[in-house]
Structure formats: C-alpha cells, structure tokens
C-alpha cells in the first residue's frame, strides 16, 4: 500500500482517546487505529526502509508500573523510521533525530568532541545551520552550569551542558497531513538533520557499556 498520509479520522481518533483513555474506548475503536493510524506508518516506513532494518511502531501500551498515570493507552503513534522519529497525535505530526539520551561513555566521548576546536567547531556549524532551517536543537535534559573539568565561559558551553543532542520539528495538523506531502516534511526533516546524525556517528557512536551500566 502506498502512503497517502494519516487522514482525519487518526487526529479523531486521538482526540477521542485524550477524552476517554480507557478500554471500552480502545476495542471499540481500535479498528480505526488500525486501519487509519498503524496502517499509514506502516506504509511510510515501507517506502523509507524497505528492509525494515531500522525502523519499528512502538507498542500503543503505556508501561504503567512506575507511573501515577495509570491510563493504559499513549495518546499518539510513535515509530523510528530509517533511523529518525516520526510520531502523530491528535495535534499533528512531529519529527526527531540524533541521540535523546546518551549512556557515559557517549558523553563522555561527546563532550570531548565538543571541547576540540575541529570537531566543536564544525558541531556548532552544523547546529547553526539545522537551526536556520527551522529544526530545534537541544539535549533532552541538560546540566545548569559546565560539567566537571570544563570551564563555565567556554565558547561552546551550551553544547556541553547537554546530557543528548536531538533535532525536532513539529507541524500543526491541516489538509497535507491527510495526503503524501506529510512524507515530504518527514524526508526533508531527515536530510536537514543528517550532518548532525553524522557528526554523532563519527564522533559518538553507539555504547560500548554493559546494558546495566548505562
């Protein structure tokens, strides 16, 4: 099935799960989720990796065990496609890249990359540029000062501050979302982040710490 976009009845169903977060809701419902909400991402991460290699639909279940909210469905679809995030919910779409939480030893390999005039220079570049193509960068949660061992007037302390380092764009629902122009959006987002996503490949990269450990 080609992508044709998420139509009306998707932000509808949301909408009506906000209001009414509940099971009868879901397996009353749950057809349109199917068909109108899962069935598009499916269709989207078809065309964006065909293999299938680097994407996957997170699960609608919310993990309640830890939580005060007990209500047992997340209220938007979430999915990595072809290595970035793609999610709609009752309010729109919204898309994300980069690396959202870095375990230690990628952070303490970022910052190191940040600290060097090459590599720091080069990173504060590619964020002004990101930045100038309408993408927000920032780090999921960031420290209030320096981090240990850096000075606080050094000239890129904002990027050493950040604990992650994430591009995100967002669109308010409207006519497009519903046709294979949402596909567009998503494809450029993805190309505008790349030199970031390139920059944290090369100087980052994945964990090499025992899952317990991160």
Known sequence: MAFRG???????????????NSKPYWQQHKHVYEERVRAPMEALIA?????????????????????RDKTPYKTAIGAVVAGGYVQVNARGLAVGAGMWQ???????????????D????????????????GLKVSGHD????APRG????????????????????????????GTPKAKDRIVAFMDD??????????????????????
Do not use: C
């Not at 870095?102 to 390999?109: G, I, N, P, S």
């Not at 982040?193 to 991160?214: A, H, K, M, Q």
């Open 6 to 20: 998420w139509p009306v009845e998707a932000l509808e169903f949301f909408e009506g799960l906000e209001a009414d």
């Open 102 to 116: 870095m375990a230690a030893d990628q952070l303490e390999r970022y910052r190191q990359a940040v600290d060097d």
């Open 118 to 133: 090459t590599t720091g220079k080069k990173l504060e570049k590619l964020v002004e540029s990101a930045r100038a193509a």
């Open 142 to 145: 960031e420290l209030k000062t």
């Open 193 to 214: 982040s790349r030199p970031i996503r390139d920059w944290l490949e090369s100087n980052v990269g994945p964990s090499t710490l025992p899952e317990r450990e991160r």
């Open 150 to 177: 850096f000075p606080k007037d050094h000239p890129r302390i904002e990027l050493l501050r950040f604990k992650g380092l994430t591009t995100w764009r967002e669109w308010p629902a409207g006519a497009w979302l």
């Open 47 to 67: 065309e964006l990796d065909p293999a299938g290699d680097d994407s996957h639909i997170f699960r609608p279940y919310r993990d309640v065990r830890f939580s």
